[in-house]
């Protein structure tokens, strides 16, 4: 079974351009979660989504962050526009229901 | 005080050596309790995992819960040089938003 894709690998921005982080979960997973791990950290939750649906978005900085997942299946991860502390790694997840998540390879994103 | 606190290392020891990682947690409410992998400019790994307190065992992996002390543990036994990564504990409440809260993750180097 094919894992988490998520494109760009890397990806690096002057501050204040948009960008957009892409990815494609394992298949028959309705759950799609979006990650934020910063330098030394683990992981943060910044959006889940059940099917097409955004069932938990709490910690997504909703100004300048959007996400979407059209057809319940891809889901794509918008900054605009980006701020040199946005720098991070950007982890994809998936999971079918009632097992445990699945992580992609990641965005790594620098924004000088 | 975070939910979740790990001790970020670096971890260096020999190869062959036990080794201990640890956390604490502050949630009583967690019931699942798991250990990811990380190499570097990877995404996270799923090790282990353990429902509420216990014991488990996968080879030279083994993971202990401990809920009353609110402290979880994996050992590492034998361990060798592709055992180098950062390993981070995971916990999630059961049912509710399937929110994965990640401890910092300690750096561990195996030396051969």
């Known amino acids: 079974e094919a894992g988490v894709v998520q494109s760009p690998r890397y990806k690096i921005i002057e501050k204040k351009q948009p960008v957009a982080f892409w990815c494609n979960p394992i298949?028959?997973?309705?759950?799609l979660y979006w990650y934020r791990q910063n330098l030394g950290q683990g992981p943060e939750l910044l959006i889940r989504?059940?099917?097409?649906?955004?069932?938990?978005d709490s910690q997504l900085p909703k100004d300048r962050f959007s996400a979407e997942r059209l057809k319940g299946v891809d889901s794509t991860l918008k900054i605009q526009p980006a701020e040199l502390g946005d720098s991070a790694v950007y982890l994809c997840?998936?999971?079918?229901?009632?097992?445990?998540?699945?992580f992609g390879p990641g965005t790594r994103l620098t924004v000088l | 005080q975070k939910e979740v606190e790990q001790d970020p290392g670096p971890l260096s020891v020999p190869e062959g050596a036990i080794v201990s990682l640890n956390c604490t947690y502050s949630?009583?409410?967690?019931?699942?309790f798991m250990w990811y992998r990380q190499y570097s400019r990877k995404g996270p790994e799923l090790l282990m995992y353990?429902?509420?307190?216990g014991n488990k065992e996968d080879g030279r992996f083994t993971a202990q819960v401990d809920k009353s002390s609110k402290y979880i543990s994996l050992f590492i036994r034998d361990s060798q040089p592709s055992d180098s990564a950062t390993y981070l504990c995971?916990?999630?409440?059961?049912?509710?938003?399937?929110?994965?809260?990640f401890g910092k993750g300690t750096k561990l180097t195996v030396n051969p």
């Open positions: 995971a916990m999630m409440v059961q049912g509710g938003s399937e929110k994965l809260v």
């Open positions: 949630n009583s409410a967690f019931q699942y």
């Open positions: 997840a998936s999971r079918r229901e009632g097992a445990l998540q699945f």
């Open positions: 298949s028959g997973h309705n759950t």
């Open positions: 989504y059940e099917n097409e649906e955004a069932v938990d």
């Open positions: 353990t429902y509420s307190s």
